[in-house]
């Protein structure tokens, strides 16, 4: 399926996209997770209009997944990866991703970092599979902290920073 940046008219896909996609979260005991509200249309619209979210799209142009970063530290972080359920198995997480780090290395920046629960099977286990890997505490930068305590505060919990590309020692402030 082709990539392309996300379009005003793909935000109010993307909130049912996610929610469908979270659903898998109810099989690992995890209903909070996949029961939580989705953001809204227009919390993806400052990401959007900063070229920062891509969508992967069906025949008929619709979003079957998406992927939305921001910079941190020096890197593209990866917020969301979410491929629709019906589109699932097909390898789009790993081309939205692999996308980002090509959009990543033609800006510059160090690596990808996103963070995920460490045991959930399509979560750290899947991130590592695609090359990246767990950071420790001495790794961590203070963006890195912060999203762990923002994630903490949300009651986030089994929670773990990764990181793709750059050097061995990811620290930077």
């Given at each position: 399926?082709?990539?392309?940046?996300?379009?005003?008219a793909d935000l109010a896909l993307l909130p049912a996209l996610q929610l469908a996609a979270g659903a898998a979260f109810r099989a690992v005991g995890m209903a909070e997770i996949a029961d939580a509200p989705p953001p809204g249309a227009e919390e993806f619209a400052p990401h959007q209009r900063l070229g920062h979210l891509?969508?992967?799209v069906d025949d008929a142009d619709r979003p079957q997944g998406f992927v939305l970063v921001r910079l941190l530290d020096g890197c593209a972080h990866i917020e969301q990866v979410s491929v629709h359920p019906a589109a699932a198995g097909r390898g789009l997480g790993r081309e939205l991703i692999d996308h980002v780090a090509g959009w990543?290395?033609?800006?510059?920046l160090d690596a990808l970092t996103l963070s995920t629960?460490?045991?959930?099977?399509w979560?750290?286990?899947y991130y590592r599979r695609l090359g990246f890997r767990e950071l420790t505490e001495h790794q961590l930068t203070d963006g890195l902290r912060q999203v762990l305590a923002e994630e903490a505060a949300l009651g986030l919990t089994d929670?773990?920073?990764m990181r793709r590309g750059g050097g061995s020692d990811a620290r930077r402030g």
């Open positions: 399926m082709p990539i392309r940046l996300a379009t005003p891509w969508v992967t990543a290395a033609g800006r510059g629960f460490r045991s959930v099977p979560n750290a286990p929670r773990v920073c």
